[in-house]
């Protein structure tokens, strides 16, 4: 009996009798489902963390109930030892709305008696969402501007927590092991080559290692960190071709990057700072270990459209510090099989001043309507594509419909 099998649980807390549970029809768990976490949980040895991992790839109903009966299953082993036999039962009942001769015989009873309806309730006043009160960033900026929803979701109401991937986890990764890499090779160059392709093999080993748990099999994070390997060995090829083309020095790594815009307040980190040891200008560089633009030209265009404000905020953030800013940099590492040809805007020549002058202006704006507790509709983004790796996908209902499948013939 379900009840039996729940109050073992939680006397005991042995899997055997979690197993039991989760075999009943009142665990609400499919039975297909149920013997295929139990099955995995023969290999991992613990059945709750992996239904809660979400190690089987389920879709949305069964996964929504599989972390039920997770929920269910740590409430009851988490209630008080001293608990009566009756109290205990009672309690599990309630939890599953199982079936219990004793609940059965009180429902009859219930329904003897008249049912009194709640009065209904007001419908509240529509008002505004209230305003974002701490600090922006660029990337919560462009968030806005891919999807006004999906802003809303993630910083307004934090109702979905994202678990990350393993995309994530080797762009963290990667960004660490090139962060310790240039702490020990500030100025790149042609005699430093035996040291800095053995030295950045181990950051990259070192780096995947600490993000171990990113990755959800061994074979991904070996397959990642070969492809890491390989990349990371074209960039140094990269580096010691500018470096022997316009020596260079990285001034700093992860540099914080703060500035007030008209009493908004921004905050982000900058990947990497360089020196032209010629000109003694600045460069900003952005690592990005995923699709970006293809070139300059169209990276310059989705920040003159206001798609992407975060090599801008670098510009006005480093230039409010003092800096003579010269270009800046995206350099892709996400593909190990070509080389690494970064993305160079030159300011005052591929991206001009007052472009960067409105694109600052537009943060401004999107700042105070943000904070200003006015804001009632967060529009959906109008290309399904957005949708394709959000988190709040599934809770949201006005989201655009894919584009039609097309076959061919």
Known sequence: MFVDDAVAWQRSGSESSLLAMLRHKES?????????????????????????????????????????????????????????????????VSSFDAACP???????????????????MQREARRGVPGWQR???????????????????????????????????????FHLALEDFHGEFPRPGAAQEAAMRRRVRE?????????????????????????????????????????????????????????DLDGHAFVGYIDRLDRDERTGAIGVVDYKTGSIAANAAEYAEKVRRFRDFQLPFYYWARTAAGDRVAKLVLIPLKDALIDVRPVVLE???TI???????????????????????????????????????????ACGEKPSPEAQRFGS
């Open 102 to 120: 004793e609940r059965s015989r009180r429902a009859q009873d219930d329904n003897r008696s008249t049912i009194d309806l709640a009065p209904p």
């Open 28 to 92: 609400g768990v499919p039975h297909d489902i149920g013997a295929a976490y139990a099955t995995l949980a023969s290999r991992t040895g613990n059945l709750l963390d992996a239904m809660e991992a979400g190690r089987l790839a389920l879709p949305p109903p069964e996964r929504d109930a599989v972390l039920q009966f997770v929920r269910r299953a740590r409430r009851i082993r988490a209630l008080p030892d001293d608990l009566t036999a009756d109290a205990l039962r009672e309690a599990i």
């Open 135 to 173: 600090h922006f960033s660029a990337s919560a900026l462009n968030l806005y501007a891919e999807c006004e929803r999906k802003w809303f979701y993630r910083y307004a109401c934090g109702a979905v927590e994202d678990p990350g991937s393993s995309a994530s986890a080797y762009g963290t990764a």
């Open 347 to 349: 300011v005052g020549k």
């Open 203 to 259: 950051c990259v080993t070192w780096a995947f290692e600490r993000q171990r748990d990113g990755f959800d099999t061994r074979v991904e994070f070996e397959l990642q960190l070969r492809r890491a390997q390989r990349t990371a060995q074209r960039y140094v090829d990269w580096l010691l071709a500018q470096a022997a083309q316009a020596p260079f020095e990285v001034l700093g790594r992860e540099v914080a990057a703060e500035i």
């Open 352 to 394: 001009g001043l007052d472009e960067l002058e409105r694109s600052r202006r537009r943060m401004v704006e999107l700042s105070a309507a943000l904070s200003s507790g006015e804001n009632q509709q967060f529009a959906t983004a109008q290309s399904a594509a957005a949708c394709t790796y959000c988190a709040y996908a599934t």
